[in-house]
């Protein structure tokens, strides 16, 4: 079955500290696309974070990087300099053909 | 704003009402989607239409009925309901469906339904 785990319901960290939040996936297909989403308490989804998965290059935007591990299905998020407005629920996703596969969710609270 | 709009924002319902969520995307996109989004569930997704056609229907029980009558607009239309169906309904938007699926899908703000 092809499933998305986030091992961490919830995730805590002290502002401008660095948190890294975590995702495995299982997927037989070797072509495919993983994202990190946000939701904050507006509930508007917002794209965070893409990486292809044939490349080896971890993406990067701007405070936002992963560590794509390919081999072991890993994709983690890591948040530099945590700011108040990082306060959300996070989403880690795959494509498989025309959709999107989803993790529950990881949220994220900032401390001041 | 990401371009995707919903209404109505929240929704209480009797469960012998019959009422229709809406979806407008001014992105010039050619795919919908319709999720649903439960307390510590991973999203669920329910229909996908790609230029106007329904391309899947993840066993969605016939008491959701969707409608995709142009490429920017697409309409839940909801009876007979039950509790359990309460959730937070979302609609989504991208360029193409499709191989890798590489393109962005930009969400809106939902419906938070609730069934009574």
């Known amino acids: 079955a092809q499933t998305v785990t986030q091992s961490q319901p919830e995730m805590s960290v002290q502002e401008a500290e660095t948190v890294t939040l975590s995702c495995t996936y299982d997927?037989?297909?070797?072509?495919?696309?993983l994202f990190w989403y946000k939701q904050p308490p507006s509930r508007q989804m917002i794209l965070v974070i893409r990486?292809?998965?044939?490349k080896q290059q971890n993406a990067t935007e701007n405070r936002f990087s992963v560590n794509f591990q390919k081999a072991a299905k890993s994709f983690s998020l890591k948040i530099s300099d945590s700011q108040l407005g990082d306060a959300a629920m996070y989403f880690c996703?795959?494509?498989?053909?025309?959709?999107?596969?989803w993790g529950a969710g990881t949220k994220l609270i900032i401390k001041p | 704003e990401t371009g995707v709009t919903q209404t109505p924002r929240h929704l209480v319902m009797g469960m012998t009402n019959k009422k229709s969520l809406k979806c407008e995307q001014h992105?010039?996109?050619?795919?919908m989607y319709w999720y649903k989004q439960s307390a510590k569930k991973p999203l669920e997704l329910m229909f996908v239409?790609?230029?106007?056609?329904?391309?899947e229907n993840n066993s969605v029980p016939s008491r959701f009925s969707p409608e995709c009558p142009n490429s920017s607009h697409l309409f839940l239309h909801l009876h007979t309901l039950q509790p359990e169906d309460s959730a937070l309904y979302l609609c989504?938007?991208?360029?193409?469906?499709?191989?890798?699926?590489?393109?962005?899908?930009?969400f809106g703000q939902g419906t938070r339904l609730t069934v009574v």
């Open positions: 989504a938007s991208s360029q193409a469906t499709g191989g890798a699926g590489n393109t962005e899908a930009f």
């Open positions: 992105l010039g996109h050619n795919a």
């Open positions: 239409y790609n230029f106007k056609e329904q391309t």
């Open positions: 997927t037989s297909e070797s072509d495919y696309y």
């Open positions: 990486q292809e998965a044939y």
């Open positions: 996703a795959y494509t498989s053909n025309y959709q999107l596969i």
